[in-house]
């Protein structure tokens, strides 16, 4: 046949952008009129495993991500608060103050990844700042610096949760987004049990500052495993890690998928689809629903010092704090593949939340510290499931 001829305003020209008229080898993809739906689902198939191979990384992120926003609460057992002369509230306002600057941070941060559309360097380029802060925290000296640094770390953080979900909502269908959001939550719950078992480790050979320390070049030396790894979006410059045929299959699947409005909204640029969001009262539903479910779930914040009433030894405490995570992961990635499978997303959704209520009933109502145990046991098993559908 020799070569097919394919014009289509989804095309790349030679500076790595979309251009209208491109050529290709038919061994990168045979003619439209020929191509038969079983060489698509083949094509298809791998573009998804190579992209998968690229995303899987973001769960090692993640796990980083966590572990360094949560060492403080393990720092608490090896002197924290006496070493920095924290008194009353104040470490308590440590722990929140991180939330300012993430909250309020994500959609701008979003909205600038959007502009730019290269979260390969923004997400690493954010990883390099957090690890940083963390390395700082360890410097701090007082309640003021402690202060600081915990609010620049979560305004460093911001981006990545929803950067993450932001890239893969870019190569993923809705059918095939809530297994691998799962995959990525995954991260989060195995971020909990490794901080922890890290934390027992180090704080048995050395001071609390040197987890900061330690944790703090992980996520450095992540962050230039990430530039490498990290794909940006389908419809950048087409990455050498995919043939032509599967960028613009990568590109064509997504935009099939999208509803109407959507494709509408970014059609007008960010402001649009930000007017577009805003204006759905959808998305007021699941900002209301997530805000109740990340407040239920902030109590695993002092899951160390719940448990360090128990009277165990230091590292027998962390060790308690990281077992309920195994089974959450598992949990969470068992209902999302249910729930993608079966169509289903009310009742997927629903049940782990109603567990989760249940949990937060036995804190409220026992002052049993073995009974709270069994309860943020019962939190953190519930809540992480209802969020990936």
């Known amino acids: 046949m020799g070569r097919a001829s394919w014009s289509n305003e989804e095309d790349f020209d030679g500076d790595g952008k979309l251009d209208s008229d491109i050529e290709l080898d038919d061994k990168d993809e045979p003619e439209s009129e020929t191509y038969d739906t079983l060489a698509q689902q083949e094509l298809e198939r791998k573009l998804l495993w190579k992209v998968d191979k690229r995303m899987s990384i973001l769960v090692l992120l993640y796990i980083l991500n966590i572990v360094d926003r949560n060492n403080v609460a393990a720092a608490r057992l090896r002197g924290f608060e006496e070493d ?51 390395i700082m925290t360890g410097l701090a000296r007082n309640f003021n610096d402690v202060l600081l640094t915990r609010l620049l770390f979560g305004t460093a953080e911001a981006s990545f949760f ?119 009262a959808n998305v007021w539903l699941f900002l209301a629903a997530l805000a109740a479910q990340m407040l239920a779930g902030s109590g695993t914040d002092w899951y160390p010092t719940v448990v360090a009433t128990l009277g165990y030894s230091r590292r027998t405490t962390l060790l308690l704090c990281a077992a309920p995570y195994p089974a959450t992961g598992a949990l969470t990635y068992w209902v999302a593949r249910h729930s993608d499978r079966t169509r289903e997303r009310f009742w997927h959704t629903t049940i782990p939340v109603l567990v989760a209520a249940a949990g937060m009933l036995l804190a409220l109502t026992s002052q049993d510290v073995r009974v709270r145990y069994v309860s943020l046991y019962a939190l953190s098993l519930s809540l992480l499931p209802a969020r990936p559908h």
């Open 84 to 134: 920095l002369g924290l008194k009353g509230q104040q470490f308590a306002t440590v722990l929140s103050v991180l939330y300012v600057g993430y909250i309020t941070m994500q959609i701008p941060s979003n909205l600038f990844l959007n502009h730019i559309g290269r979260p390969s360097m923004y997400l690493s380029i954010s990883m390099v700042t957090w690890g940083v802060l963390s």
């Open 162 to 280: 929803p950067g993450a979900l932001f890239l893969l909502s870019r190569w993923y269908t809705p059918v095939e987004l809530g297994a691998r959001t799962a995959l990525l939550l995954c991260g989060s719950i195995a971020g909990n049990a490794v901080g922890a078992l890290a934390a027992s480790a180090l704080l048995e050979l050395a001071p609390w500052r040197w987890l900061f320390y330690t944790e703090g070049a992980a996520t450095l030396a992540a962050a230039l495993l990430a530039a490498r790894v990290l794909p940006d979006f389908p419809e950048s410059a087409p990455a050498r890690w995919l043939t032509s045929a599967e960028a613009r299959l990568a590109v064509r699947r997504m935009r099939a998928s999208a509803a109407p409005a959507t494709l509408d909204a970014h059609a007008g640029g960010a402001a649009a689809a930000l007017r577009h969001a805003v204006a759905d």
